[in-house]
Nanobody, 116 residues
Framework: QVQLVESGGGLVQAGGSLRLSCVAS????????MAWYRQAPGKQRELVAISRATGGTNYEESVKGRFTIARDNAKNTVSLQMTNLKPEDTATYFC??????????WGQGTQVTVSS
């Protein structure tokens, strides 16, 4: 069974930074594209960033230049370094294999709240 555990969220002021971490177990990430998603209350889950096994990355337009996704295959972890946070970044953040629509398991997520 795949398990995904996200951590690192918190309450920060606009302009602040957070580093989120995701530990996957039960399935290696080394050969897979990994992703961070977020979901705000009343909104659909949206894709934030992906990290390809070959090293490439892609970001949702609103976070380009502010967020950085990275992986550590040896530790089976994926991180999301978030800088210059804005109130609109407030959401619960999840990691998963990509595309997540094909995945049956989700973690609990980690809450990010950005105050103005």
């Amino acid at each position: 069974q795949v398990q995904l555990v996200e951590s690192g969220g918190g309450l920060v002021q606009a302009g602040g930074s957070l580093r989120l971490s995701c530990v996957a177990s039960g399935r290696p990430i080394s050969k897979n594209t990994m992703a961070w998603y977020r979901q705000a209350p009343g909104k659909q889950r949206e894709l934030v960033a992906i990290s390809r096994a070959t090293g490439g990355t892609n970001y949702e337009e609103s976070v380009k230049g502010r967020f950085t996704i990275a992986r550590d295959n040896a530790k089976n972890t994926v991180s999301l370094q978030m800088t210059n946070l804005k109130p609109e970044d407030t959401a619960t953040y999840f990691c998963n294999f990509f595309p997540a629509a094909r995945e049956p398991y989700w973690g609990q997520g980690t809450q990010v709240t950005v105050s103005s």
